[in-house]
């Protein structure tokens, strides 16, 4: 089983500001790589696919990129609402998820 | 876009099995196959398996080959996903969601989801 780390475990940013989500696979998934935004008592939303290619309607304040082993997630401008737990998803070989990683805008 | 509305919650005894329904509206039922991803209470997502009307089985994780079932009713373009012996560590909302078809398999990225079915595991 392809196992997915995600660092840092928690984030915490000023309004405004950039965080940058980092994902590591534990073997090579190529760009088969998906990332998702799961707020307070919600389904989790599809942000990011193939790495680096945004769902329908995520705004471009969101970006994917890596392939191989390690990927990033970058969300500019971060607004209230971008509060939430990201998570990274490997879909190589049937699907796991990375552990979370939980963003605070300060 | 597809949209799913899931079966409601569930309150189950140890020992038993559950079963719980995900109908999709709007597309083609065939263009696009269902899975199904689980959250414990406080935890991470895990992906239990999914299915597709064209592929002739459903796709399961490893962690629960034998005790779940998958399947679909094209007629009612509805899932189920069936799990036996259930313990408290069944005890999750479980989320249908569509995924795409790839070269005779799913490709496992989730879009859209559904609400969620919250499953309960007591005695």
């Known amino acids: 089983e392809t196992v997915m780390t995600q660092s840092p475990a928690t984030l915490s940013v000023s309004p405004g500001e950039r965080a940058t989500l980092y994902c590591r696979a534990s073997?090579?998934?190529?760009?088969?790589l998906a990332w998702y935004q799961q707020r307070p008592g919600q389904a989790p939303r599809l942000l990011i696919y193939?790495?680096?290619s945004r769902a329908t309607g995520i705004p471009a304040r969101f970006s994917g990129s890596g392939s191989g082993t390690d990927f990033s997630l970058t969300i500019t401008s971060l607004q209230s609402d971008d509060s939430a737990v990201y998570y990274c998803?490997?879909?190589?070989?049937?699907?796991?998820f990375g552990q979370g990683t939980r963003v605070e805008i300060k | 876009q597809v949209q799913l509305m899931q079966s409601g919650a569930e309150v189950i005894r140890p020992g038993s099995s559950v079963k719980v329904s995900c109908t999709a509206s709007?597309?083609?039922?065939?263009?696009?196959?269902l899975s199904w991803v689980r959250q414990a209470p406080g935890q991470g997502l895990e992906w239990v398996g999914g299915?597709?009307?064209?592929?002739?089985?459903?796709d399961y994780a490893q962690k629960f080959q034998g005790r779940v079932t998958i399947t679909a009713d094209e007629s009612t373009t509805t899932a189920y996903l069936e799990l036996d012996t259930v313990t408290s560590e069944d005890t999750a909302v479980y989320y249908c969601?569509?995924?795409?078809?790839?070269?005779?398999?799913?490709?496992?990225?989730?879009?859209?989801w559904g609400h969620g079915t919250p499953v309960t595991v007591s005695s």
């Open positions: 969601a569509t995924v795409n078809l790839g070269l005779g398999e799913l490709v496992h990225w989730f879009h859209p």
């Open positions: 709007g597309g083609s039922f065939r263009t696009y196959g």
């Open positions: 299915i597709s009307p064209l592929f002739e089985k459903p």
């Open positions: 073997q090579r998934i190529s760009t088969n």
């Open positions: 193939a790495a680096s």
């Open positions: 998803q490997q879909y190589n070989t049937g699907a796991t």
